[in-house]
């Protein structure tokens, strides 16, 4: 028996390879789904089941590539509609894996369909949990993403109690918990940084698992959620009725555009262009109007929360050599419509002798002595959790996640001081605003943390 964590750390998700007696399952996998086959072949094993632990908001999953590649059904746990053909298997409904078994556990809360897999060993012993977004690494699926008239937050929260004790905290303590996500990802607001643990020991640390009332865990596990980014709900659909192949969105979005080519296609389209070089490089010269997602962040995630329609025509800068990463990190979650990148980057742009951008920077030294001399406008794009411990006197907390929301909160006339935790979401943030038109922001290199270090805190 074999069990492989496939984990990609822009999306803090883990799909997971499991192998026994040349059977192989696959259990949600991301939307590139070649890696899985060429695993199997090498193995000289072939790929049986894939199974889905609920209807993905994160990302686009490879279910339905996989399906149509291997002919290996896709199997989901009870209450499940998806628009193709797949197993909807009823609650302890068992799949035999060559020596092995795996069991579906419905586990309602996160969302309806929601379930876990129980691998069984030959012997029929308790081994791994594959509990999707139902049970983190401390912590459990936020339970908001799935309402509707009848169903509220509270009352998911209330199934995703009920699942918890009914279905997992019997388990036994040695069984492996392999979740769907980890530290990073907006399914869950309390994740390690670990990407798996023993049922036991989450029994003993996890909030979520310690001995409380219905109504406690409620509160518990509701109290902070931040709002899901804009993107979530799109991605439910695409994972309900499917996609077109990565390959296809390959064709055009490696459209190399020479810089005339990629201006016009702006101006005839109104692409949004996104930059996806480091902070630093993109402030000392980017192409107006256009936006800040570094590649070297939270790319994916970030672009689903600041880009609200997945349909958006989208122009790529980016480092020679990443522009196919870009583009698959972006279909990773829906964002399809990429026209092209253009061909020789910045440096191109620069030398046919179109028009450049900047962004105002002082390091944390200059900022800290204008400080001392003045009354700043000040505004913290760090998340509310993050502000609230710690910040500059007199900062405002305007959250990036938000900012289309709190733009008028920025000043039009007075200079507005942006800064982060380290100089990445402020550079996004800077990069929007001057995009709307604020070409009075000024960013703070470095962040809260070189902020701290200057003494004026």
């Given at each position: 028996m074999k069990i492989e964590q496939i984990y990609t750390g822009c999306l803090a998700q883990g799909a997971y390879y499991i192998e026994s007696e040349g059977e192989v399952a696959i259990i949600d996998p991301l939307r590139e789904v070649n890696s899985y086959i060429e695993k199997a072949k090498r193995n000289n094993a072939i790929i049986k089941y894939i199974f889905e632990t609920h209807f993905h908001a994160d990302f686009v999953s490879g279910h339905l590539e996989l399906?149509?590649?291997?002919?290996?059904?896709?199997?989901?746990?009870?209450?499940?509609?998806?628009?193709?053909?797949?197993?909807?298997?009823?609650?302890?409904?068992?799949?035999?894996?060559?020596?092995?078994?795996?069991?579906?556990?419905?586990?309602?809360?996160?969302?309806?369909?929601?379930?876990?897999?129980?691998?069984?060993?030959?012997?029929?012993?308790?081994?791994?949990?594959?509990?999707?977004?139902?049970?983190?690494?401390?912590?459990?699926?936020?339970?908001?993403?799935?309402?509707?008239?009848?169903?509220?937050?509270?009352?998911?929260?209330?199934?995703?109690?009920?699942?918890?004790?009914?279905?997992?905290?019997?388990?036994?303590?040695?069984?492996?918990?392999?979740?769907?996500?980890?530290?990073?990802?907006?399914?869950?607001?309390?994740?390690?940084?670990?990407?798996?643990?023993?049922?036991?020991?989450?029994?003993?640390?996890?909030?979520?698992?310690k001995p409380q009332t219905k109504e406690q865990f409620i509160e518990a596990v509701t109290d902070g959620l931040t709002p899901p980014p804009f993107y979530f709900p799109k991605n439910v659909q695409l994972n309900k009725t499917g996609v077109q192949a990565v390959r296809e969105v390959l064709k055009t979005g490696l459209t190399a555009h020479s810089p005339k080519e990629f201006e016009d296609l702006v101006n005839a389209v109104d692409a949004l262009i996104i930059d996806t070089r480091k902070p630093d490089a993109f402030g000392k010269g980017f192409i107006p109007r256009s936006i800040f997602i570094g590649i070297d962040g939270d790319f994916a995630p970030w672009v689903g929360t600041l880009v609200r329609d997945i349909q958006q025509e989208i122009l790529i800068v980016a480092d020679e050599g990443r522009e196919e990463e870009v583009v698959r990190r972006l279909a990773r979650v829906g964002y399809d419509n990429v026209l092209g990148y253009l061909q020789g980057g910045i440096e191109a742009w620069k030398a046919s002798g179109r028009e450049t951008d900047e962004i105002d920077t002082v390091s944390p030294e200059e900022f800290a002595e204008i400080y001392k001399r003045n009354n700043l406008i000040i505004k913290d794009v760090r998340k509310t959790s993050e502000f609230e411990t710690g910040h500059v006197k007199d900062a405002e907390n305007i959250p990036l996640a938000q900012i289309s929301e709190l733009m008028t909160e920025f000043d039009k006339e007075e200079p507005n001081y942006v800064h982060c935790a380290g100089g990445y979401r402020s550079m996004v943030a800077a990069s929007i605003l001057k995009s709307r038109g604020y070409h009075n922001v000024v960013n703070i290199e470095g962040g809260f943390g070189a902020i701290l270090k200057t003494g004026i805190i």
């Open positions: 399906s149509q590649k291997t002919n290996a059904p896709i199997i989901y746990g009870p209450n499940a509609n998806p628009k193709f053909e797949a197993i909807i298997a009823t609650d302890n409904q068992e799949f035999r894996l060559g020596k092995t078994t795996i069991k579906v556990l419905h586990t309602p809360g996160h969302t309806m369909e929601s379930s876990c897999y129980l691998l069984l060993d030959e012997n029929q012993k308790q081994v791994a949990l594959f509990s999707g977004d139902t049970l983190f690494i401390g912590d459990v699926g936020r339970p908001d993403l799935a309402q509707n008239g009848s169903l509220t937050m509270a009352d998911l929260a209330g199934h995703l109690y009920d699942s918890l004790n009914q279905k997992i905290m019997p388990l036994a303590d040695d069984v492996i918990v392999y979740p769907a996500h980890g530290a990073g990802s907006a399914c869950g607001k309390n994740m390690s940084k670990e990407t798996s643990d023993t049922l036991g020991n989450q029994k003993a640390v996890n909030y979520a698992l």
